[in-house]
């Protein structure tokens, strides 16, 4: 069981008035109060992973990273952790303006089972940075849960890609040694789950190398 910890709707480093770029709706104390709140109840409910998903801000992780790593020290229990953020367009960039390699360096630190993209875009055009969070990371293992294509009013299920062309495409990713962990977001459906499934079962992880960065913190 993954108990998932989203992004809130308050950002601690992006203004909510274009007019007052110093402007916060929230703090850091604010957003790390919150998520010791779901942490608490995600742990005692039976979540044996967390999951620290859809990161448009970079500064909201670190608080959510801050209240679990609390969390963990009081009650003397740990969990893994995954981290998956969010890159929205082709700048390759998540809102608060960091890369998808200084995202990670960002929250490295955590040591986590997973780090990874997800949301806002198919995986045609999260490839690029599937590719590169693969290479800034080669001792984590690597999720990737896009979207089901772009939004398509007209569709069934408001995106454009049917389960056959977003298993193909994380199969493409799983064959290129780039993933670890594959699934889906806005507009996939029980189909698509299934047909992702069938496409990668058969092939091989990617292999971790091995870590200098923790061996050199420690």
């Known amino acids: 069981v993954v108990g998932a ?3 809130t709707p308050k950002t601690a480093s992006i203004s909510p008035d274009v007019n007052d770029p110093g402007a ?11 998520y010791y709140e779901q942490t608490q109840a995600l742990v005692k409910g039976g979540s044996d992973v967390l999951l620290i998903e859809t990161i448009f801000d970079t500064l909201n992780a670190k608080a959510a990273l801050f209240a679990i790593d609390e969390y963990f020290d009081n009650s003397g229990e740990r969990l893994p952790l995954i981290i998956s953020g969010t890159v929205t367009d082709a700048s390759g960039r998540i809102l608060s303006g960091q890369t998808v390699t200084a995202f990670w360096h960002s929250v490295r630190h955590a040591q986590p089972l997973a780090i990874g993209l997800n949301c806002a ?3 045609a055009l999260m490839r690029p940075y599937i590719q590169e969070l693969a290479k800034a990371a080669p001792d984590t293992f690597i999720s990737c849960y896009p979207n089901a294509g772009l ?6 299920t408001g ?14 990713f799983a064959e290129e040694g ?5 699934g889906g977001c806005c507009g996939t459906t029980p189909e698509h789950i299934s047909a992702i499934h069938q496409a990668v079962a058969p092939l091989a992880g990617r292999v971790l190398q091995k870590s200098y960065f923790y061996q050199e913190a420690a």
């Open 5 to 7: 910890l989203g992004p």
């Open 24 to 34: 916060r709706n929230t703090s850091f104390e604010e957003l790390r109060k919150a």
């Open 121 to 123: 875009l198919g995986a």
């Open 151 to 156: 939004p398509n009013p007209m569709s069934d």
């Open 159 to 172: 995106f454009d890609e049917t389960p056959d062309v977003t298993s193909r495409l994380l199969r493409e």
């Open 178 to 182: 780039l993933v670890n962990i594959v």
